[in-house]
């Protein structure tokens, strides 16, 4: 299946630190554009995995989490059973991401907490860890735990530093001034 899909799919990061699509309609079009295109065409294995992977980022941006989990754990079923490690990684780290956006912080921090095992223990993170940083903090802010934010994101910008991705470094930028300016805004309130 070809990669072109003719809709905005593009997004930005609001003061949360969540991606916005441009166009949710646009997203949600995509989406079914995606599916229609899945059954009409044969697809090998490791193309329907990425889709599939595909499919479940879009549906968790545009707030569709059940089908997100469905699509990931599908993408992630897939990628097992051809042995790609890498792509089985990279669709658990968007699943704990779904589980942080429904707020379901007691799978999201025990998925971060797996796949970090995994990269540190293993060295298991496939040239990745900078993602996986910056979404350990992402999960962090999102229970309001803005110090420990801070250190992952940190962590990350360190690391995107060195490979010069500017788009990289800007979005870890961005996480670390929120977490500073929500750290400042903790220590200036009266209590």
């Not at 540190?120 to 860890?129: A, S, V, W, Y």
């Amino acid at each position: 299946m070809s990669a072109f899909i003719p809709y905005n799919c593009t997004f930005y990061f609001d003061d949360k630190l969540r991606e916005v699509p441009h166009s949710a309609s646009d997203m949600c079009k995509a989406i079914v554009y995606v599916e229609e295109k899945l059954q009409a065409s044969a697809q090998n294995q490791e193309d329907l995995g990425k889709q599939y992977g595909m499919i479940g980022v879009y549906s968790r941006i545009v707030g569709n989490y059940k089908d997100s989990i469905t699509y990931l754990n599908s993408a992630i079923a897939i990628h097992s059973s051809n042995n790609n490690a890498k792509q089985v990684w990279i669709n658990k780290l968007r699943l704990a991401h779904t589980y942080q956006w429904m707020k379901d912080f007691h799978t999201s921090n025990h998925m971060f907490h797996t796949l970090l095992e995994q990269a540190n223990i293993h060295d298991q993170h496939f040239g990745m860890l900078d993602f996986l940083y910056q979404h350990c903090g992402k999960n962090q802010y999102d229970q309001s735990n803005y110090e420990a934010a801070l250190q992952w994101f940190e962590k990350a910008l360190e690391i995107r530093t060195k490979s010069k991705e500017d788009e990289l470094i800007h979005s870890s930028r961005i996480a670390i001034q929120a977490c500073k300016n929500h750290l400042l805004k903790g220590s200036t309130a009266k209590p």
